[in-house]
C-alpha cells in the first residue's frame, strides 16, 4: 500500500543543474499537487493537475515546470537550478468528485540543495 | 482566494498541559478546514478536517477543533499533551466545488506552528 512515493528522497545540485523529480501515486486519484515547504512559510503550491494530461499554476511556478503523461505520476522539473529552490518539495493527491475531495495525501518529501 | 493566519510559530507546553494552536481563515465562502500533522523529517498527515457538518471535528491522537463561523476560526487542541506531540502542525483551507473559479481541490496552508513538549 505505497500511497504517493516521491523520488529521489534527496538532491544536491550545483547552480544551473537540471533535475527531475518523479511522484508516483497508486490510489487512482485525478488531482495532484507539487508544494515546496520553507521555513515560516508552510507549504506553497507550485503547480497542480486534475487529470491527465492536465497542468496548471499555483502560488509560486517560476522556474519549474511539470508534466503528468500518464494519471499515476506526477513530474517536477527543474531546468535551471538556483540557490533560491533550496527546499523541501511535496507532492500530494486527492480524489476527485462533488462530496469526493476532502483531503490530500502526501509523499514523504524531496530535501532539495542547491548550491 | 481563500488564506490561512496560524498564530504562533512556537508553541511550548509540559507534558499533560493542555494544547491550543490558533488558526484563523479568511475565505469567500464556507471552506474546508484541515489540520496536518509534520514529524521531523517526514511527510504530512491529516489529523482532522471539517467539511460542513459538525462544527466540532474529532481526529486522531486526541486531537479535535471546532469549527467557528463568527470568530473565522479552526483552533487545534488536546486536552493533555504527551512528548510523541511534538511536531510541527499545519492549518489549511479549501473551498468546495460550488465556490466556483479555480479554487477547487487546492489546498492553501498556514505558516506552521511548532510544537514543543516538555517533561
Known amino acids: 500500500n505505497a500511497g504517493v512515493t516521491q523520488t529521489p528522497k534527496f538532491r544536491v545540485l550545483k547552480t544551473g543543474q537540471s533535475m527531475t523529480l518523479l511522484c508516483a501515486q497508486d490510489?487512482?486519484?485525478?488531482?495532484m499537487y507539487w508544494y515546496r515547504q520553507d521555513p515560516g512559510m508552510g507549504l506553497r503550491l507550485i503547480h497542480y493537475?486534475?487529470?491527465?494530461?492536465?497542468?496548471a499554476k499555483g502560488e509560486v511556478p517560476d522556474g519549474y515546470n511539470v508534466s503528468r503523461l500518464k494519471k499515476q505520476n506526477f513530474l517536477l522539473g527543474l531546468e535551471s537550478a538556483a540557490p533560491s529552490q533550496t527546499s523541501v518539495y511535496f507532492c500530494?493527491?486527492?480524489?476527485?468528485?462533488?462530496?469526493?475531495?476532502?483531503?490530500?495525501?502526501f509523499g514523504q518529501g524531496t530535501r532539495l540543495t542547491v548550491v | 482566494a481563500q488564506s490561512v493566519t496560524q498564530l504562533g510559530s512556537h508553541v511550548s507546553v509540559s507534558e499533560g498541559a493542555l494544547v491550543l494552536l490558533r488558526c484563523n481563515y479568511s475565505s469567500s465562502v464556507p471552506p474546508y478546514l484541515f489540520w496536518y500533522v509534520q514529524y521531523p523529517n517526514q511527510g504530512l498527515q491529516l489529523l482532522l478536517k471539517?467539511?460542513?457538518?459538525?462544527?466540532l471535528v474529532k481526529g486522531i491522537n486526541g486531537f479535535e477543533a471546532e469549527f467557528k463561523k463568527s470568530e473565522t476560526s479552526f483552533h487545534l487542541t488536546k486536552p493533555s499533551a504527551h512528548m510523541r506531540d511534538a511536531a510541527e502542525y499545519f492549518c489549511a483551507v479549501s473551498l468546495p466545488i460550488n465556490a466556483g473559479g479555480t479554487s477547487y481541490g487546492k489546498l492553501t496552508f498556514g505558516q506552521g506552528t511548532i510544537l514543543t513538549v516538555h517533561p
Open positions: 493537475s486534475v487529470g491527465e494530461g492536465t497542468t
Open positions: 500530494a493527491s486527492s480524489p476527485w468528485g462533488v462530496r469526493a475531495w476532502t483531503e490530500a495525501f
Open positions: 490510489m487512482n486519484h485525478e488531482y
Open positions: 471539517y467539511t460542513s457538518a459538525a462544527t
